[in-house]
Nanobody, 120 residues
């Protein structure tokens, strides 16, 4: 079982910034796409952004310009820089990674989530 380790959540005032990190173990064979999703109370889990191993990014339309996803392939780590945060950005943020094993089979894994709270 692959564990994704997330960090960087917390409490921030509106207009502030946070940077989330998510690391996959160094022992894995390969990581394909990585991404971030979020789930606000009483709502479904939605895509925030994802990024391929070659660096192609995809964002939720409503978040373009404020959030930036990036990754460090050498560290199997994906980042989410969140700027100009709004109270409506309050949610649990989940990391997702498609892990490739040595037989070239892929499996999606989720992190446990990190809470981001934006106060007004």
């Amino acid at each position: 079982q692959v564990q994704l380790v997330e960090s960087g959540g917390g409490l921030v005032q509106a207009g502030g910034s946070l940077r989330l990190s998510c690391a996959a173990p160094g022992s894995i064979f390969s990581v394909s796409a990585m991404g971030w999703y979020r789930q606000a109370p009483g709502k479904q889990r939605d895509l925030v952004a994802d990024i391929t191993s070659s660096g192609i990014t995809n964002y939720a339309d409503s978040l373009k310009g404020r959030f930036t996803i990036s990754r460090d392939n050498a560290k199997n780590t994906v980042y989410l820089q969140m700027n100009s945060l709004k109270p409506e950005d309050t949610a649990v943020y989940y990391c997702n990674a498609r892990i490739i094993d040595r037989w070239f089979d892929s499996t999606n894994y989720w992190g446990k989530g990190t809470l981001v709270t934006v106060s007004s």
